[in-house]
Each structure stands twice: as structure tokens, then as C-alpha cells.
């Protein structure tokens, strides 16, 4: 049976790290997998969540199975950390939600609730979009359309463009948006452009789908969810998949949340045992340590506040790390000050993927073939030679 299988080409994304370990070349550079490093290249766990583990450790007095649901003080912290403290929707009781594994298992769970509320459901992603949205979603088995969303001539949004796609969109079709911080472009709508997405959705009525990986890493905990509170506040569903791999750097523990803002209170109780069912049928109950990790976090002050202060540094980090490479570009006569207007983890070098591939056959610099690069893996021992390469392939 097995024979039928052919070898499948490596991920485009993942496979990066494999090529990455191989090179021998000692100058090389990893822009590739979507993970914060510091300046020596290291992805060390952060004092708050090493806090947390010594207390978890200290406290945990059994292995048994946790509730379908997840952790209870991981979901109502991260609800209040999406959402807000006073949002309408948690006052009236209108969030379903369970804990999944990743950011990723979120997706999964979501895009398989849609198809068991409406099987033949578009849904919209942008163009470009994170590779592994497509799989994710589709293979819940659901139709995927794009709509305009960046260019590459511009580095910037087509904004009008993306609307006008949209357009395009049905009554119950779902709409997929980066909270912030879009991977892979680092390009993010504006609050004004929330604002009239938000009015397309009302009258398109379509159902946005949000999802937020890298709260924390655009401009702000509350500021990167501006959109996802906006749209939340105002339309009766709206799907929302978080990550905790990011901005609690807890990639390996698969920390997710799977949340679904629906119109009543008998329709959250009915939504939130589908989700459960869903995730049944797939893995069970998601794993409970890192759901656990945030739960001491996010409901002690005390973590809480270091955690948002290492938070803090990281995207003032990332943030000189994308001024440094745009002002080295320029002294080389070429500007790449878009750099430093996209947010968060990624930008778009708005390169050829011939030139991609020429930074790492002779370069060793390893980034995905789209030219979207980890900001974070540029470090002060690295941007000339960074520079330089990039200057030699224009
Ligand atoms: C990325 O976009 O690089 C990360 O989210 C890692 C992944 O799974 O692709």
C-alpha cells in the first residue's frame, strides 16, 4: 500500500533550519524558521516562563488527564489578554473557547468547526499569506479564494485592491486577517483600515477569522489588538486563533488558544461543545504544561509585568535590528526604508527568488525563497556582512 507514497520536497519554511545546520560556511546567516534569537543567536527560555516552571514544578501534584476545555486560568488570562479586561463579549458571556497545541492546532480546530457549521465555506486569505495557512485550513476541506493584499513593487499594501477583492466575498464566507505583525510580509493594516474592513464585513457579511501569533511584537501588547478588539466588539462572529510560541517563546510546548466570538449565550454553549468535540476527534485534550506556564504568568502580577518588560525589549530589539539593516543599505545607495515600517518578527526584502537563492548558494544566507526574513536573526556581528551580500546580488 505504502508504495504509492512518493517523497515529498522538503517544507518550504521548516526545511530551512536542515539546509541551514548543513553549511559549513562559517560567515552564515539564519533568516529563515520564525523564531526570536538574541544578539549571540540564542533562543533562551524567558525569566518569566523559567519562573513558572520552578513553580509548576513545585506544585503540580498529578499527571491526570486536565478537561477537554484546557486549562481554565490559561484560557481566562489569555481571553483577557486578546480581548481586553472589560471586553462586551467576555461581560456577556459570548466566547467559546478551548486551549489547542500551537497556534497551529488552533487553526485546525477552527477551520474543522467551519466545516461542520457550513461545508462548502470559502475562505479568504491573503496574498501572500504563511504557507502553512493553506494546508491548515484546507485540508479541513474547505474552498481557499485570496484577496490582494501586498505588493512587491510597492512594499506596501494594495489596500483599495484588497477591499475590492473582498467585494467579491459571499454572505457566511470567511475572511482570514493577521492580527498583527502579518506573516510573512510585516506589512499590517492601519487602524483606519481596520475600521473599514470592519464595515465591509458588516456589509458583506462575512466572518473574519483572526489570526494573532506575535501580540507584543508590532507596537504594543494592547496596540496589536486594536483590529481583533475592534472587530470582536462590533460583529456577532468572529473566529480567533492566538499562538503563545512567540511572545512567551514556548514554541516546542504547542500553547494555543481556539476561540469562537459568537451572538448569544445558547449559541456559545452549543459552539463550545463542538470545539471540544472537534479537537475529541483529532488529539483528545491538548497537553497541559505550557498552558499551565501562562496561567501562572498572565494571573501573577508580578510575572506578568517581567514578562511584558522581556517582551518589551525583544521588539525594541527587532526594531533596531530592522533600522540597522535599512541605514547599512542605504549607505550602499539602496533603499530598504520599508524595513523599518513593517512590524514585527518578518519583512519582505521585496527581492527576486533568484536572488534568494544567490544569497545562499554563495552566500550561505538562508531565508524563504518569497524573500521574507526573520528580523531577529540579524545581530550587530552579522548586518555588514548581511548588507553587503544583499548589495552584491542587487
Ligand atoms: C514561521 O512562519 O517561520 C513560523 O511560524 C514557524 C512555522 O511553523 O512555519
Known amino acids: 500500500m505504502l508504495e504509492v507514497l512518493e517523497q515529498l520536497p522538503a517544507d518550504p519554511i521548516l526545511g530551512l533550519s536542515t539546509a541551514y545546520k548543513a553549511d559549513t560556511n562559517p560567515k552564515k546567516v539564519d533568516l529563515g524558521v520564525g523564531v526570536y534569537k538574541d544578539e ?10 523559567a519562573k ?14 486536565i478537561t477537554p476545555q484546557g486549562v481554565p486560568g ?11 479586561q472589560e471586553h462586551k463579549t467576555l461581560i456577556d ?43 491548515l485550513i484546507g485540508s479541513a476541506g474547505l474552498e481557499i479564494k485570496t484577496y490582494t493584499y501586498f505588493d512587491k513593487e510597492l512594499a506596501g499594501i494594495r489596500f483599495d485592491d484588497m477591499l475590492q477583492s473582498l467585494q467579491q466575498s459571499k454572505k457566511n464566507d470567511v475572511v482570514l486577517l493577521h492580527g498583527c505583525c502579518h506573516n510573512p510580509t510585516g506589512a499590517d493594516l492601519t487602524k483606519e483600515q481596520w ?29 496589536d489588538a486594536y483590529g481583533l478588539r475592534l472587530l470582536t466588539e462590533n460583529l456577532p462572529e468572529v473566529l480567533v486563533a492566538a499562538s503563545c510560541s512567540k511572545n512567551f517563546g514556548l514554541y516546542r510546548e504547542r500553547v494555543g488558544l481556539a476561540a469562537m466570538i459568537t451572538p448569544d449565550q445558547k449559541i456559545r454553549d452549543a459552539v463550545q461543545t463542538q470545539i471540544q468535540s472537534v479537537a475529541r476527534g483529532i488529539y483528545s485534550m491538548p497537553p497541559s504544561y ?3 506556564l501562562v496561567d501562572i504568568i498572565l494571573n501573577s502580577d508580578d510575572l506578568k509585568q517581567q514578562w511584558l518588560a522581556e517582551v518589551t525589549e525583544m521588539r525594541e530589539r527587532m526594531h533596531t535590528l530592522r533600522q540597522m539593516l535599512a541605514d547599512k ?18 519583512t519582505y526584502l521585496c527581492i527576486t527568488p533568484e536572488q534568494v537563492q544567490q544569497l545562499r548558494n554563495e552566500y550561505s544566507i538562508y531565508f524563504v525563497d518569497s524573500s521574507r526574513i526573520n528580523v531577529a536573526g540579524i545581530s ?3 548586518v555588514d556582512y548581511l548588507a553587503d551580500s544583499i548589495a552584491a546580488v542587487l
Not at 549571540?40 to 516562563?49: C, N
Not at 513558572?52 to 488527564?65: G, V
Not at 543599505?329 to 514585527?344: C, N, P, S, V, Y
Request: include cysteine; glycine fraction near 10%; charged fraction near 25%.
Open 40 to 49: 549571540q543567536g540564542r533562543t533562551p527560555i524567558m525569566s518569566a516562563v
Open 52 to 65: 513558572a516552571q520552578n513553580i509548576l514544578l513545585a506544585n503540580e501534584d498529578s499527571k491526570t488527564y
Open 74 to 84: 490559561y484560557i481566562e488570562g489569555m481571553l483577557k489578554l486578546l480581548l481586553g
Open 93 to 135: 458571556d459570548r466566547v467559546a473557547a478551548v486551549q489547542a497545541p500551537g497556534g497551529c492546532g488552533a487553526l485546525r480546530i477552527l477551520a474543522e468547526l467551519i466545516k461542520r457549521a457550513k461545508g462548502d465555506t470559502t475562505v479568504w486569505v491573503s496574498d501572500p499569506t504563511w504557507a502553512n495557512h493553506i494546508p
Open 195 to 223: 475600521h473599514q474592513v470592519l464595515e465591509l464585513a458588516k456589509e458583506k457579511q462575512f466572518i473574519p477569522f483572526i489570526d494573532i501569533a506575535y501580540q507584543g511584537f508590532g507596537d504594543g501588547m494592547d496596540e
Open 290 to 292: 505550557g498552558g499551565a
Open 329 to 346: 543599505l542605504k549607505a550602499k545607495g539602496h533603499d530598504f526604508d520599508f524595513i523599518t515600517r513593517q512590524k514585527g518578527m518578518f
Open 380 to 382: 550587530k556581528s552579522n
